[in-house]
């Protein structure tokens, strides 16, 4: 029976693997359904009332909820970079292997932070540029 000795025995909560793999989609999606609710409802405001523009706290609340949840998608990929590197045997993670499912899940958690963490930055930039009745068109 061969030992590997280049694991590291280390104990980390469930649910810090768990946040750090699925906290960044969850926040991704939460934005995304708020991008829908806040858009309806400015657009409905603005049909109903015949307003020439929609009101500015709308963008302003829509960039705050983006701001937040991208905190937490930064905060759900620095957990699962600090997991796997507790975790892991390897220095680089170039060079990473999941050798265990803790192992897999800390590094999944990286990626999957790393894609939505830009998929976030991507959906909150339009209403910075777009009027938000104009991009719901």
């Known amino acids: 029976m ?3 000795r280049n694991s590291r025995d280390v104990l980390i909560a469930p649910r810090r693997l768990w ?3 699925v906290g960044a989609a969850v926040a991704w999606a939460t934005l995304g359904f708020v991008d829908i609710l806040i858009t309806w409802r400015t657009c409905v405001h603005r049909e109903q009332f015949g307003n020439p523009s929609p009101h500015p706290g709308a963008t302003a609340l829509y960039l705050i909820v983006a701001i937040v949840l991208f905190v937490i998608v930064v905060a759900a990929g620095v957990m699962s970079y600090r ?4 975790i892991s045997s ?3 993670i170039i060079n990473a292997t999941a050798t265990d499912r803790r192992e897999f899940m800390a590094l999944l958690g990286v990626f999957v932070s790393v894609t939505l963490g830009m998929g976030v930055l991507w959906l909150a930039i339009p209403p910075l540029v777009i009027e938000l009745c104009v991009r719901a068109k």
């Open 2 to 4: 061969a030992i590997d």
């Open 19 to 21: 946040f750090g793999l």
């Open 90 to 92: 390897q220095n680089q």
């Open 83 to 86: 997991n796997w590197r507790a």
